[in-house]
């Protein structure tokens, strides 16, 4: 005997996650979960593989902040597994692992950087040892080193976050490893949430040699401190990468469905 699949409205599915209906509606209409079938009365009627594919939803875009890239790889996840790909979907679970993985290796390396700054051993003392390193970054291969847009690094320099007088044979403007930490505390700064006004300062104060008040300057009354800010990305970091070890076995479950 063929055993009976339970369904759900569009508002009991949206109740479980503590979402609104609108949300499962434009989730099933961009391809995050597959096409629901209409009942008798038209309605749609979603079923056990669409609460297990809006749990793959939540366990990639349920944080605050993760970068682009992270959340495009997370994005094509959901959509092979959406359309029924699990092959696909396995692949792409260990394509976005490893995603989260490197960018829990910048979150590290940013946070040794902070140590320095913190210890007076950061930008002020490598700018003396800048003349004589060789290796420059344009815009572009800046942007990809960070895991960021060029145009985040065109506004990072509008906002006088980031300056260089270096030029290119063709007169682009290029940065050095020196420049290239200081934008790694400005991407995880921006990552956590910090406004460019309160960046702007606390570098400024930086700049100027202002160590100790860089702290209270970066302070909002939500927002935690320099070092913290770059615990809690890291931290959060971890986080998202918990919820995507639980990815393969959610798939399993899905290949165990009865469509």
């Known amino acids: 005997m063929r055993k009976s699949i339970q369904t759900y409205k569009p508002k009991e599915l949206a109740n479980m996650f503590l979402l609104h209906t609108n949300t499962i509606r434009f989730y099933e209409r961009i391809g995050f979960i ?14 056990e593989k669409h609460v297990l594919q809006m749990r793959l939803v939540r366990y990639i875009f349920a944080y605050p902040f993760t970068n682009h890239q992270i959340r495009d790889r997370g994005g094509k996840l959901i959509k092979k597994i959406a359309e029924g790909d699990l092959i696909a979907g396995r ?4 394509a976005y692992i490893a995603c989260i993985n490197k960018e829990i290796d910048k979150a590290e390396n940013t946070i040794h950087i902070l140590q320095e700054w913190a210890n007076d051993k950061g930008a002020r003392v490598k700018k003396e040892k800048a003349k004589k390193e060789v290796q420059s970054y344009t815009r572009k291969e800046m942007a990809n080193l960070l895991g960021t847009t060029v145009e985040a690094v065109r506004n990072w320099e509008r906002n006088m976050l980031i300056k260089t007088e270096l ?9 050095q490893d020196t420049d290239l930490n200081r934008m790694k505390i400005i991407y995880m700064l921006r990552q956590t949430g910090y406004s460019i006004s309160a960046i702007h ?6 700049d100027k040699g202002q160590d100790k008040n860089l702290v209270g300057v970066l302070n909002t009354l939500e927002q935690e401190g320099l070092l913290s800010a770059g615990d809690a990305w890291n931290e959060q970091l971890k986080k998202v990468k918990q919820d995507a070890e639980k990815i393969p076995l959610l798939i399993e479950e899905m290949g165990q469905l009865v469509n």
């Open 167 to 175: 030029r290119g044979k063709n007169n682009e403007v290029l940065f």
């Open 91 to 94: 692949q792409e679970t260990q």
């Open 201 to 206: 300062r606390c570098l400024a104060m930086y």
């Open 34 to 47: 597959s096409k629901a079938k209409r009942g008798p009365n038209g309605y749609r009627q979603y079923t």
